[in-house]
């Protein structure tokens, strides 16, 4: 870039802001949950014994989830409203709740999806 160019705006393309419309940019909306979520979260929960609940914190490519796990390390993840219907679930069917940004996630989920990959599933 010459010393006129920095006067006359330059020849190089100039960087623009963020665009302001989502939609124009290609970028996705996280979809909210709905009651075939509570439906399933609801069955998964009454089907298995040893259900404890892992409160998944909204960040920015998905929302509130809720991270059911069985005793056997068996699990499912939908998503909820917010963090107190999470809790508020788990509490109506006496599932212990945890906040899965502070204690994790269960070792038994993690041997239970070490089994099925080695199983082939």
């Known amino acids: ?5 920095r006067f006359r705006g330059g020849s190089r393309q100039k960087m623009r802001g963020p665009a302001k419309d989502a939609a124009r940019t290609g970028s996705t909306r996280v979809r909210a949950a709905n009651s075939a979520d509570v439906d ?4 998964w929960a009454t ?4 259900v404890e609940g892992f409160v998944e914190p909204r960040t920015a490519v998905s929302d509130v989830t809720l991270l059911l796990v069985a ?3 068996e699990w499912t993840r939908r998503r ?4 107190e219907w ?4 788990c ?5 212990p709740s945890y906040d899965a940004a502070v204690v994790g996630i269960p070792q038994r989920m993690r041997e239970y999806n070490r089994r099925r990959k080695q199983q082939g599933l």
């Open 1 to 5: 870039m010459s010393w006129l160019d």
């Open 40 to 43: 399933h979260l609801h069955t």
């Open 86 to 89: 999470a809790h508020t679930f």
């Open 47 to 50: 089907e298995r014994r040893g």
């Open 71 to 73: 005793h056997d390390g």
């Open 91 to 95: 509490n109506k069917h006496q599932i």
């Open 80 to 83: 909820v409203p917010s963090v």
